[in-house]
């Protein structure tokens, strides 16, 4: 039974560029949520999808954005990079209203 | 003021040792209460939910006092091995109409187990 998978597991990028983030759910779970890691914090949450929808927003800019395909996968997608964008990117699924989280073990995205 | 607040630590402690951490919440609405671990640079897992009558897990204690807003997290007998941080979550939100809540995570609380 796989667990929560991300790619990629490391990525560097310059200010101004854009990147894309994957997940794939453990299996049969429905509902994929994302966090934002910096270093020494806690996890921000970003957005929840499911059934193809954002559900739920935190409190980051439109750069950041999403989307959840039929197979319940995940895509993380910011735009115009910002130093401070650098962070350990989290994905999370869980199934219906449980609310607790199954982890990936991250991207660690680095913004030069 | 954060919604949860919790003392970054760290916590240095011999085994065997009990060590107890608190964390504080702003939302008064809040429903759901866990605290998960994360080992130094890995996923956060979830440890154990917490209950208003309070629950144990092996050597884990964990407390909710609602009308103080506060969550604990009792370990006795500390190994080497339980060394990580300890996030407290909160759910604050109210449902959506998908019946699903978003986590709020502390900051962590990081512990230090030592020979």
Known sequence: DAGVTQSPTHLIKTRGQQVTLRCSPKSGHDTVSWYQQALGQGPQFIFQYYEEEERQR?????????????????????????????????CASSLDSNE?????SGTQLSVL | RKEVEQDPGPFNVPEGATVAFNCTYSNSASQSFFWYRQDCRKEP??????????NEDGRFTAQLNRASQYISLLIRDSKLSDSATYL????????????????????????????
């Open chain 1, 58 to 90: 935190g409190n980051f800019p439109d750069r950041f954005s999403g989307h959840q395909f039929p197979n319940y996968s995940s895509e993380l997608n910011v735009n115009a990079l910002l130093l401070g964008d650098s962070a350990l990117y989290l």
């Open chain 1, 100 to 104: 607790k989280l199954f982890f990936g």
């Open chain 2, 45 to 54: 897992k979830l440890l154990m939910s917490v209950y208003s009558s309070g």
């Open chain 2, 88 to 115: 407290c979550v909160v759910s604050p939100l109210g449902r959506t109409d998908t019946g699903r809540r978003a986590l709020t995570f502390g900051s962590g609380t990081r512990l230090q187990v030592q020979p």
